[in-house]
Structures are given as C-alpha cells and as structure tokens.
C-alpha cells in the first residue's frame, strides 16, 4: 500500500521569505500523480498544484514551485515571496495513475504553516 | 458559479441517531467522494462513487451508507453504529472516472459533533 510522509508537523516563515515543506512517498507502481493542497483556517481543501510522475519538469504555480525526486520518492514544495494568506495547513497526496479503488487520494498528515509579519 | 455545495456547515447529533449530510456538485463531475478529517490528521476516505447508482467503500466506511441516485448529488448518512463520529468531513468530486489523474476538488465541509 501506498504511503505519504510529512516529516514536519509545523514550519515557521517571514513574510516575503522563501520556504520548503518536505514530503516523501512509499509506492511500488510506476505511474502517479501528486499533488500540495492548502487548508486555511476555514477548512476548505484548496488545490496548489500538482505534478505527474512521468513528468520530469517540476510543476509552478506562480509563487509555488516543487522538488520532485522520482527515485528518491520526493516532494517537496517552495513557497516563495512568502505572504499572509499562505498560513494553513499544507497536505501532501498521492494518486495512482490506476482507476478505481487504487486511484484514490492518500494524504500526509499535514504541516502547518505559520508566516510572520 | 460552479461548485460544490455541502450543507448543513454544523450539525449536532444526539447518541443513537442518524444524520445526513448532503453534498451537492454542478461541475458535471463523474466521480464524488467523502473523506472523514480528525484532529491533526490527513484526510480518510469513507466512500466513492464513480457513476451513478455505484458506490464502493473506503478505507473507513463502517458506520456510514451513501447514495448516488443522481451524478449532481452524493449524501452521506451517519448512522448510529459510526462509534465515534465527531469529525469534520469533506465531499469532493472529479472528473471523468477513467481519468484517475484528473484533480479532486472539494467542498467546504461539515462540521459533525455528538451531543
């Protein structure tokens, strides 16, 4: 079965500052999808972006970039230009490439993001 | 706007009780999902649908029946063998289920407390 690690519980950043959220994976197949979703205090589950296994290009979006490392199981995400509305809690997923059962989401536990003024 | 609409935001159960929570979608989306979020957790999924009047359970379905008798609409009941059912819980949905790489999205969720 499929496994996702977030290693940090909370990370601290200055706002306009750079930050990196970690996140490692555990997965036999060789086809997936991944993905960083935000939660902000109103609990609403926000896409940030998303990175297709057989993609060697890291993902952007805009201020957030990714560090995929495909044989490391890697997954990390760079928040850049850091700003007050990026505080929330940051999840990590897996999906496999597979339909049915195998193609749903497994999460991380989280990391909570705080950003300084 | 297009969206995905759960309703009641709060709800307070009584021991012995079942409750419904409903999840609406206007995305046209195929598949819908209903994933269970604890304290400090990630998210757990509960049940999924990938058509209608289809539905397979979760990783955590004990306790809880759904129904998808219309792609727009996907209600979870909370029955009153679900031991411990003070969660919050999220609906989501995406596209075309023989794409599985396709983005979930999700609903802004609902608040569950045993009283």
């Known amino acids: 079965a499929q496994t996702v690690t977030q290693s940090q519980p909370e990370m601290s950043v200055q706002e306009a500052e750079t930050v990196t959220l970690s996140c490692t994976y555990d997965?036999?197949?060789?086809?997936?999808?991944l993905f960083w979703y935000k939660q902000p205090p109103s609990r609403q589950m926000i896409l940030v972006i998303r990175?297709?296994?057989?993609?060697?290009q890291n993902a952007t979006e805009n201020r957030f970039s990714v560090n995929f490392q495909k044989a490391a199981k890697s997954f990390s995400l760079k928040i850049s230009d850091s700003q007050l509305g990026d505080a929330a809690m940051y999840f990590c997923a897996y999906r496999s490439a597979w339909g049915g059962s195998q193609g749903n989401l497994i999460f991380g536990k989280g990391t909570k993001l705080s950003v300084k003024p | 706007d297009g969206g995905i609409t759960q309703s009641p935001k709060y709800l307070f159960r009584k021991e012995g009780q079942n409750v419904t929570l409903s999840c609406e979608q206007n995305l046209n989306h195929d598949a819908m999902y209903w994933y269970r979020q604890d304290p400090g957790q990630g998210l757990r999924l509960i049940y999924y649908s990938q058509i209608v009047n289809d539905f397979q359970k979760g990783d955590i379905a004990e306790g809880y029946s759904v129904s998808r008798e219309k792609k727009e609409s996907f209600p979870l009941t909370v029955t009153s063998a679900q031991k411990n059912p003070t969660a919050f819980y999220l609906c989501?949905?995406?596209?075309?289920?023989?794409?599985?790489?396709?983005?979930?999205?999700f609903g802004e969720g609902s608040w569950l407390t045993v009283v």
């Open positions: 997965t036999s197949e060789s086809d997936y999808y």
């Open positions: 990175q297709e296994a057989y993609k060697q």
């Open positions: 989501a949905s995406s596209p075309n289920r023989e794409l599985s790489g396709n983005t979930i999205y």
